[in-house]
Nanobody, 122 residues
């Protein structure tokens, strides 16, 4: 089982920026893809971004493309999400996700952290 701890959420005005971080443990971090998902009130959890095991490949949801950047540090076992030009519709609980394999198209393991709240005011 993978342990995931998210941090960095908060309240920000529209147009602002936040940086989320996720610390992972419980397996060899550098062998697996990682990702971020989010869940807004009353909605299902949705994909935000993913990064492959080496950091060379990334994938983004259309809603965040060009505004969010996912990155990882395999030495620190962390994966970050830099969020710029935030919009009220980005308001959600953000969750880090561990993937079953090394590529972007591996499935998430189903292990989730506690999430971190991001609130964007208009």
């Amino acid at each position: 089982q993978v342990q995931l701890v998210e941090s960095g959420g908060g309240l920000v005005q529209a147009g602002g920026s936040l940086r989320l971080s996720c610390a992972a443990s419980g397996r060899t971090f550098s062998r697996y893809a990682m990702g971020w998902f989010r869940q807004a009130p009353g909605k299902e959890r949705e994909f935000v971004a993913a990064i492959n095991f080496s950091g060379a490949s990334r994938r983004y949801a259309d809603a965040v493309k060009g505004r969010f950047t996912i990155s990882r540090d395999n030495g620190l076992n962390t994966v970050d999400l830099q969020m710029n030009s935030l919009k009220p519709e980005d308001t959600a609980v953000y969750y880090c996700a561990a993937y079953r394999g090394p590529t972007l198209y591996s499935a998430p393991t189903g292990d989730w952290g506690q999430g971190t709240q991001v609130t964007v005011s208009s």
